[in-house]
């Protein structure tokens, strides 16, 4: 099984009855396991979380800080771009050579790294003198 077809299977978990947008990730790590996550909407808006973060929060309370790829799935007409925020989640656990493969659910793909995803990271190189 791919990475997308774990991300697409954890879609169906997620709960997303405000967006009516539904969207699986997964992370796999060198180990060779899969961790994966789906959206989590709140009625207080806000207080939603994204695929990737639910993804990212599984690998870490497993034990594991680092991915080697990754995927995120949506029905969404281009493959689903993440959201500011979780890319620099993702910039946090991977490095800038990772690929995501971002995908639809009518077959459509787009492989990108984390460094395309989010160029100008803010890393801890940046608090060197602090
Ligand atoms: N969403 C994700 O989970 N990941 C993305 O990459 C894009 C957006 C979710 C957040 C919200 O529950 C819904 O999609 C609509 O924004």
Redesign the pocket.
């Known amino acids: 099984m791919s990475l997308v077809d774990d991300a697409r299977a954890v879609r169906e978990n997620?709960h997303?009855p405000?967006?009516n947008?539904k969207?699986g990730?997964a992370l796999r790590t060198a180990s060779g396991a899969v961790y994966v996550g789906?959206?989590?909407?709140n009625v207080a808006y806000p207080e939603?979380?994204?695929?990737?973060?639910g993804a990212i929060a599984a690998m870490v309370a497993a034990g594991e800080t680092r991915f080697i790829e990754a995927a995120?799935i949506?029905d969404s007409p281009l493959p689903?771009?993440?959201?500011g925020g979780?890319r620099q989640k993702l910039a946090e656990f991977g490095a800038g050579d990772v690929v995501v493969t971002l995908a639809t659910m009518d077959g459509a793909r787009q492989d990108i790294t984390l460094a395309e995803l989010l160029p100008g990271a803010f890393t801890q190189d940046y608090m060197e003198r602090s």
């Open positions: 997620a997303a405000y967006s947008f969207v990730a789906c959206n989590v909407e939603g979380t994204c695929a990737e973060a995120v949506a689903v771009s993440p959201c979780c």
